[in-house]
């Protein structure tokens, strides 16, 4: 809820990554473990894969509950005028996604 952005070794200490890597060892580090993870057996991945949506997916019913509170938080007027002062100031661009933090300290100026 802050929008502020969290460097790598930040994010190792809270427990959200379990590893960071400098940005020049990524690529063979993705590579080898794409190699290695496509090297098990397709049941397998079928058998994980079934057993993390189960646990990391939620219901049809809390989907459609999220999405019923998000449409009745949208239609307040406070909520349209935040909406239409944001996308006045460009938030709906690139740059805005990399200076969120700024962009929303500046939305009530």
Request: proline share 4%; no cysteine; glycine share 6%.
């Amino acid at each position: 809820m802050s929008a502020q952005d969290y460097d790598a070794e930040l994010a190792e200490r809270y427990g959200w990554v379990n590893r960071t890597l400098p940005a020049a060892e990524l690529g063979d580090f993705v590579r080898s473990l794409a190699h290695r993870s496509a090297s098990f057996p397709a049941g397998g991945h079928a058998a994980i894969k079934n057993q993390v949506n189960a646990f990391a997916l939620p219901s049809v019913e809390d989907f459609r509950r999220e999405a019923d509170l998000y449409y009745a938080g949208v239609q307040s007027a406070e909520a349209k005028a935040r909406i239409s002062a944001a996308q006045r100031r460009g938030f709906q661009t690139r740059d805005a996604e990399l200076t969120l933090p700024r962009m929303l300290d500046e939305l009530d100026r």
